[in-house]
T-cell receptor
């Protein structure tokens, strides 16, 4: 079993819709969870991090964490074509290392 | 801000060449830097963790004699791919944390290495 799992997609949503990206992790001791966005040929850029159970909102983005279910998600409201990218879920591991999922490719159609 | 730069952005060279990649934190001191490798359509794989003034910690399966890491100052870490071969062609990305207790990593723009 992979330590961090994401559906590779592609996930296709129409412009203006809500995009829902999901991630599960195997290490119950993980404390910190991150979402990065990566455009093709570029390096990842941080979107959000979440440490506590529940929701955390930042503009059009909402991260949701459920430690009991070992599940973290990212919602993107009012999706725009510029949101089309690969979204990487990352979880901290022992020693502060980040373990990345394989990423979900999101395509927002105009 | 938390800006991390990498140089060069792209390298094309002959098989057998050694290639050095620099990673700099421009507006903060980075006690810890990380080196990742990403193959096409795959996720980032951590290669090593680099702490200023000490030896790097390599992940299982990463050859420390092939991938030399030096973290000589709080703003600079270098990765040297020695005697690089076509299978080493990849996207190499560094990241840095702003303070020893921080977990958020800020990524450099990456270096695309192509061996012919």
């Amino acid at each position: 079993q992979k330590e961090v799992e994401q559906n590779s997609g592609p996930l296709s949503v129409p412009e203006g819709a809500i995009a829902s990206l999901n991630c599960t992790y195997s290490d119950r001791g993980s404390q910190s969870f991150f979402w990065y966005r990566q455009y093709s040929g570029k390096s990842p850029e941080l979107i959000m991090f979440i440490y506590s159970n529940g929701d955390k909102e930042d503009g059009r983005f909402t991260a949701q964490l459920n430690k009991a279910s070992q599940y973290v998600s990212l919602l993107i409201r009012d999706s725009q074509p510029s949101d089309s990218a690969t979204y990487l879920c990352a979880v901290t591991h022992q020693g502060g290392k980040l373990i990345f999922g394989q990423g979900t490719e999101l395509s927002v159609k105009p | 801000g938390a800006v991390v730069s990498q140089h060069p952005s792209r390298v094309i060279c002959k098989s057998g060449t050694s290639v050095k990649i620099e990673c700099r934190s421009l507006d903060f001191q980075a006690t810890t830097m990380f080196w990742y490798r990403q193959f096409p359509k795959q996720s980032l794989m951590l290669m090593a963790t680099s702490n200023e003034g000490s030896k790097a910690t390599y992940e299982q399966g990463v050859e420390k004699d092939k991938f030399l890491i030096n973290h000589a100052s709080l703003t600079l870490s270098t990765l040297t791919v020695t005697s690089a071969h076509p299978e080493d062609s990849s996207f190499y990305i560094c990241s840095a944390t702003r303070d020893p207790m921080a977990e958020t990593q800020y990524f450099g723009p990456g270096t695309r290495l192509l061996l012919l």
